[in-house]
Structures are given as structure tokens and as C-alpha cells.
């Protein structure tokens, strides 16, 4: 049976959704993910069919295929998506991701899982901004069978960045690109260590 990457539904409500960023920049424990239902029969029919291509499977995120692919009446699915209110931000612990039939995961704890795998943290597993778009600001919401702190989308901004897409030609790329970001940090790292040893020196054991 083929295993689906980005399908999952809602814990409470069991609502069948597409995970289109399974985590955000600077927000690890919650995800933009799209309800299929009640979507007109032609923007569902396309969405479907792209998350179970080749080309959705392979990306890291499914908001890099939506944001390559357009819906019937030619709009890029990934900005469609936004201006209708279909991308809904919730916890990764209110996700299940369910790849095949009878098997599931809680998002959070498969991210755990990709970081542990990658070697880094949760708070790094997100597509970082780069560019000039824009990312919507989301307004509060309380749907009905979900939790409080779920919010929608909205079509009202553009003030805060969308991750774009981050490809690489193969894992020697992916690979030494890690690396420099594991590099910058570790300077980082060893900056905020010298400043700290100025403020408040660390006390030798006798």
C-alpha cells in the first residue's frame, strides 16, 4: 500500500486535512494545514491529485508543490489557498498524520522524530523566510470541535514573511548546506558564551 506524506486529520474532530507546513519559522509546535472539505469539487479533485504525486511526495514541505501548481482556473494553489481562508493554523498536537490506512502519528511527535533524524532541533525543521514575500497575519478564531487557540488565515495583510521554497540539487548540497547553518550557529554559540563570561564569570570548582 503507498505510504502519503501530508495527510493527516484533526485529533478532536477527525476532519481530514493536507499539513502544508508542519511546522512555522519561530513557531515549531504549530502548522498551516487545509481542510478538503466542503472545497468545490474541482479545487479538491486537483489538491488530491497533486498530494499524491511524485512531486508532492518528494518536496519537504506540501506548500512547496502547492505554491509550483496551479488550480483549473489557473491561480498558483498556495496563494489561493491563503486569500479564501483555507490555510488554518492549529498545534502539532492536535494533528494526526495518518501516511497509510490503520497507521498514525501525532504531527509533533513526528516532527520530533525528523529532527532527531536531521540532528537538530524542532525549532529548526522550518523553511526559513527568504525573499521578499509575505506571509499573512492570522486572525483569532474558535471553529466549532477544535481549540481556541486554532486560527484562520485571513486575506486582510501581508506583513509577516512566507517561508519559500528551499531546493537542492542533490544531498551533497543539502548536505554542506546544513553545515554552513550548523557553523553559524556554533559562532553564534560561542558569542553568546563570551558575552555571558563577561557579565557573570564562571565560578572554578577548588
Request: glycine share 4%; no cysteine.
Amino acid at each position: 500500500m503507498q505510504s502519503l506524506k501530508h495527510v493527516g486529520r484533526m485529533r478532536i474532530s477527525n476532519k481530514k486535512v493536507l499539513v502544508a507546513y508542519r511546522t512555522l519559522p519561530g513557531d515549531a509546535y504549530n502548522a498551516l494545514v487545509i481542510q478538503t472539505e466542503n472545497m468545490p469539487d474541482d479545487m479538491h479533485n486537483a489538491i488530491i491529485n497533486l498530494v499524491e504525486s511524485p512531486a508532492a511526495q518528494e518536496a519537504y514541505e506540501f506548500a512547496e508543490a502547492l505554491d509550483r501548481t496551479q488550480f483549473p482556473d489557473g491561480s498558483r494553489m498556495l496563494p489561493n489557498l491563503h486569500v479564501t481562508g483555507r490555510l488554518i493554523k492549529v498545534p502539532t498536537d492536535q494533528v494526526e498524520m495518518t501516511p497509510t490506512i490503520g497507521v498514525s502519528i501525532l504531527l509533533s511527535e513526528l516532527n520530533q522524530l525528523i529532527a532527531e533524524q536531521r540532528g537538530v532541533a524542532v525549532n529548526d525543521l522550518s523553511l526559513q523566510p527568504q525573499g521578499t514575500e509575505k506571509m499573512p497575519v492570522v486572525k483569532e478564531t474558535a471553529p466549532v470541535a477544535e481549540k481556541a487557540d486554532t486560527v484562520k488565515t485571513t486575506s486582510a495583510s501581508v506583513n509577516e514573511t512566507v517561508p519559500e521554497v528551499t531546493t537542492f540539487d542533490n544531498a551533497e548540497s543539502e548536505a554542506k548546506h546544513y553545515r554552513s547553518q550548523a557553523d553559524k550557529l556554533a559562532k553564534q554559540a560561542a558569542e553568546f558564551r563570551r558575552k555571558a563570561e563577561e557579565l557573570v564569570p564562571t565560578k572554578k570548582a577548588k
